[in-house]
């Protein structure tokens, strides 16, 4: 199965356009949509989860036409925002029993293989018994996972999953995305590179309400291979080489400040070759936009 967004539109009712003639074509396995705060990531999200309305634009999942089929795309699809509201007061075995119950699972039994397979899954057994409101970000976001995969779904979407794990839970939620990625499609917004590149096979870079970019990380980087160049400068010298070179990108490391530029050639004044990487992919294609 494939998502083929077909010049997709929105425009808010305060006049924000979020989405302006987005095509993309979604496989199976991990897509990565990556872009800043504001780009239109949650409002793409929203329309292919059916949760929200389209202006203009077609989007296909298989033989389903989204944008009028709703109830057809609810039933395999499986959508963890950025927050949901939880019930706190409730341990994480209740809750997704009561859950697995009103999917209409009246035998205990069932329900109760059902609940262990799905907690395991998710690495969450042991801690079964625990209120949501004691469960930490990842917790959460693992608990999320197991409810969207209550309805064996062939499509999962999952909103900014990352933003504000430690880097221990950002890896046991990576580990647990790839492991369930393999034959149905996982779409992940986000804002941070490294979540794209440990994990996703496909991407898009999305800025403004427009993509800028789309194919596979690794001809994403092969695009850049020697052509980019790096340097340690004066911190006060930053805009001077922002007006000769075509800088992509500056960080701090051990006190010195380093530059990233993008050159088809070799440049003057001492820059070293750089291996690319996908970080110097988005803002490559972040600072080609007009
Ligand atoms: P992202 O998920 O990439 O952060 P969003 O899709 O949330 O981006 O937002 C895209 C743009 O649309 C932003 O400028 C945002 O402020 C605006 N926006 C989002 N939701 C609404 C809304 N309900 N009403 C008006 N503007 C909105």
Known sequence: MEIEITKLSKTYSNGVVALKNVSLNIPTGLYGLLGPNGAGKSTLMRIIATLQEADSGEIRLGDIDVLTQKREVKKILGYLPQEFGFYPKDNAYNLLDQFIMLKGVRNKKERREKVEMLLKRVKLWNERK????????GMKQRFGIALALLGNP???IVDEPTAGLDPEERNRFHNLLSEIGEDIIII????IVADVSQLCSNMAIINNGEILFKDN????INFLKGKIWEKDILKSDIENYEKKYDLISNRLFTGKTFIRIFSETKPENNFESSPPTLEDVYFYWLSREN
Do not use: E, M, R, Y
């Open 130 to 137: 625990q209120k949501l409101k004691t469960f930490s970000g």
């Open 154 to 156: 062939k499509l999962i």
């Open 188 to 191: 992940l917004s986000t804002h």
């Open 217 to 220: 990380p690794v001809n994403a």
